[in-house]
């Protein structure tokens, strides 16, 4: 390794960058993949200086080549932290209505889906860095394992500054300073440092489910997925500091290609 090259973090199944921007900020390399980005990698500065960088990658990440691609290819660098926020649509128990007729068409479609956040904390551990892996509720916690810790973005929401509480891309959606209630589950590992709270009051919710904003959201368009599914600005900043300068672990893992 390097060590005048800056420590890196990763995101994967990531498009908003989210998860990466207070990372960026306090100078670290990060990188965002998923099938959703442009061929051409493209690369932004969220902080004042150029010190710290998101570059955002094209790649399939269900193809368990592109993780042991992503592996060589950072498996020499300090990987400081990773995410992962695989598609939950056929694993969340608000799809469960459709999982029968899924399930008749293939009988291994949750199966498949698990395997993609398993390859993902796999890859992760043989980085030896602190990481989660998010979904909401759902069927997750049979098929791989219990999460290790749940939230609601409303619990972090005291990480976003006043003056920054309207949120940057879809204010008519997202509540001011992720001021809403959404079940979160983590699945955690490599000495990942759950942050403190630093509650919000809540705003109107519509009955026991998203936010008032969030029920604007219809229909199933990629667009809707990427704003339901998007990281809370709090939750991110908060676990941005709480695992910056977390101790690496060792690599214990191997990589192999049958995991789906």
């Given at each position: 390794?390097?060590?005048?090259?800056?420590?890196?973090?990763?995101?994967?199944?990531?498009?908003?960058?989210t998860a990466l921007r207070p990372?960026?900020?306090?100078?670290?390399?990060?990188?965002?993949?998923?099938?959703?980005?442009?061929?051409?990698?493209?690369?932004?500065?969220?902080?004042?200086?150029?010190?710290?960088?998101?570059?955002?990658?094209?790649?399939?990440?269900?193809?368990?080549?592109?993780?042991?691609?992503?592996?060589?290819?950072?498996?020499?660098?300090?990987?400081?932290?990773?995410?992962?926020?695989?598609?939950?649509?056929?694993?969340?128990?608000?799809?469960?209505r459709h999982f029968e007729a899924?399930?008749?068409?293939?009988?291994?479609?949750?199966?498949?889906?698990?395997?993609?956040?398993?390859?993902?904390?796999?890859?992760?551990?043989?980085?030896?860095?602190?990481?989660?892996?998010?979904?909401?509720?759902?069927?997750?916690?049979?098929?791989?394992?219990?999460?290790?810790?749940?939230?609601?973005?409303?619990?972090?929401?005291?990480?976003?500054?006043?003056?920054?509480?309207?949120?940057?891309?879809?204010?008519?959606?997202?509540?001011?300073?992720?001021?809403?209630?959404?079940?979160?589950?983590?699945?955690?590992?490599?000495?990942?440092?759950?942050?403190?709270?630093?509650?919000?009051?809540?705003?109107?919710?519509?009955?026991?489910?998203?936010?008032?904003?969030?029920?604007?959201?219809?229909?199933?368009?990629?667009?809707?997925?990427?704003?339901?599914?998007?990281?809370?600005?709090?939750?991110?900043?908060?676990?941005?500091?709480?695992?910056?300068?977390?101790?690496?672990?060792?690599?214990?893992?191997?990589?192999?290609?049958?995991?789906?």
């Amino acid at each position: 390794m390097n060590q005048k090259e800056p420590s890196v973090v990763l995101s994967f199944y990531d498009y908003t960058g989210t998860a990466l921007r207070p990372w960026a900020v306090m100078g670290y390399e990060c990188h965002a993949y998923d099938i959703q980005h442009p061929i051409e990698p493209h690369t932004e500065h969220p902080g004042k200086s150029d010190s710290g960088s998101i570059t955002y990658h094209h790649a399939d990440l269900h193809n368990i080549r592109m993780l042991h691609d992503l592996y060589v290819r950072f498996k020499h660098r300090h990987v400081a932290f990773a995410s992962a926020f695989p598609v939950c649509t056929d694993l969340s128990v608000a799809g469960a209505r459709h999982f029968e007729a899924k399930r008749l068409r293939d009988p291994q479609f949750q199966t498949r889906a698990a395997a993609h956040c398993r390859s993902a904390a796999l890859t992760f551990d043989m980085l030896g860095c602190p990481w989660y892996v998010e979904n909401p509720r759902s069927v997750l916690a049979s098929l791989w394992r219990p999460p290790d810790y749940r939230y609601h973005p409303w619990q972090y929401g005291g990480y976003i500054p006043t003056d920054q509480a309207k949120h940057p891309r879809w204010p008519q959606y997202v509540e001011p300073r992720d001021a809403y209630k959404k079940l979160t589950c983590l699945w955690t590992g490599g000495g990942f440092v759950m942050p403190p709270q630093n509650p919000v009051p809540r705003m109107a919710t519509h009955g026991d489910g998203y936010a008032t904003a969030m029920m604007k959201l219809g229909g199933s368009s990629m667009r809707t997925k990427n704003i339901r599914s998007a990281s809370p600005r709090g939750f991110s900043k908060a676990a941005a500091l709480s695992n910056h300068g977390v101790q690496q672990t060792e690599h214990t893992y191997q990589l192999t290609l049958d995991l789906v």
